[in-house]
Nanobody, 115 residues
Framework: QVQVVESGGGLVQPGESLRLSCTAS????????MNWYRQGPDKKSELVAG???????HYADAVKGRFPISRDNAKNTVYIQMDSMKSEDTAVYYC?????????WGQGTQVTVSS
């Protein structure tokens, strides 16, 4: 069992930045694939960004160039830096740890972009 905990959500204005953090338990963190998903007000879920154990990253077109993802294996933590935020980025953001064929989800953190 892997425990996943997100932090860093909040309210920002359009154009501002926010950084989300996600910590996953376990001594094998360095091999976990870590993904960020979001669920917007329309309840549609979207894979936002991900990073695997080798450091390879992938991004949704909607956030490419704005939301770099990174990881610190020494801290069992993955980050997503959200820059140039838009109202359509408003969502609950979930961190998901993939280990083998199993996904472990965090509880989610609300991000609201509004003036």
């Amino acid at each position: 069992q892997v425990q996943v905990v997100e932090s860093g959500g909040g309210l920002v204005q359009p154009g501002e930045s926010l950084r989300l953090s996600c910590t996953a338990s376990g001594s094998a963190f360095s091999i976990y694939t870590m993904n960020w998903y979001r669920q917007g007000p329309d309840k549609k879920s979207e894979l936002v960004a991900g990073i695997n154990g080798g450091g390879s990253t992938h991004y949704a077109d909607a956030v490419k160039g704005r939301f770099p993802i990174s990881r610190d294996n020494a801290k069992n933590t993955v980050y997503i830096q959200m820059d140039s935020m838009k109202s359509e980025d408003t969502a609950v953001y979930y961190c998901v740890c993939r280990l083998g064929w199993i996904d472990y989800w965090g509880q989610g953190t609300q991000v609201t972009v509004s003036s």
